[in-house]
């Protein structure tokens, strides 16, 4: 069983709640009034910070769980908290201004591909 990964995916959705609850202090603090989804810049760059999260989540956690199942297990975890590492870099940079996501952007795009690529060399050893 994939113990790490587990842990992992646990931690990821953790993140992703915590980065709900920064969305919700936002709203507040800029006057964004539910149901908006935009107003005020520093608002706007928080929410899409958030939401960007979740738009990953599908591309992180299949390749996570494949790499891990078909390849190793902590090969697999060891990448998610590179995804995770990278996902915070990307909500705190894009918090501060829109250029300032890259950096994390691309940590975890790196881990991403990683993961695919070890669940498809662990596929293909399974084949």
């Known amino acids: 069983m994939p113990f790490y990964t587990a842990i992992v ?18 709203r507040g603090k800029f006057g964004v009034k539910l149901p908006a989804m935009a107003g005020e810049p520093h608002f706007d760059r928080i929410f899409r910070a958030h939401v960007n999260t979740l738009e990953w989540m599908p591309t992180f956690l299949a390749p996570l769980w494949l790499c891990a199942i078909y390849f190793n297990d902590a090969v697999a975890a060891a990448f998610g908290l590179v995804w995770i590492g990278g996902r915070v870099l990307y909500f705190i940079g894009y ?25 498809i060399a662990g596929i293909v050893m399974h084949a």
């Open 9 to 26: 995916t646990l931690l990821a959705v953790a993140l992703y709640f915590v980065f709900a609850t920064r969305v919700a202090a936002a």
């Open 95 to 119: 918090s501060k201004a829109v250029e300032k996501r890259l950096p994390g952007f691309f940590v975890q795009s790196t881990a991403c591909l990683l993961l695919f690529i070890g669940a």
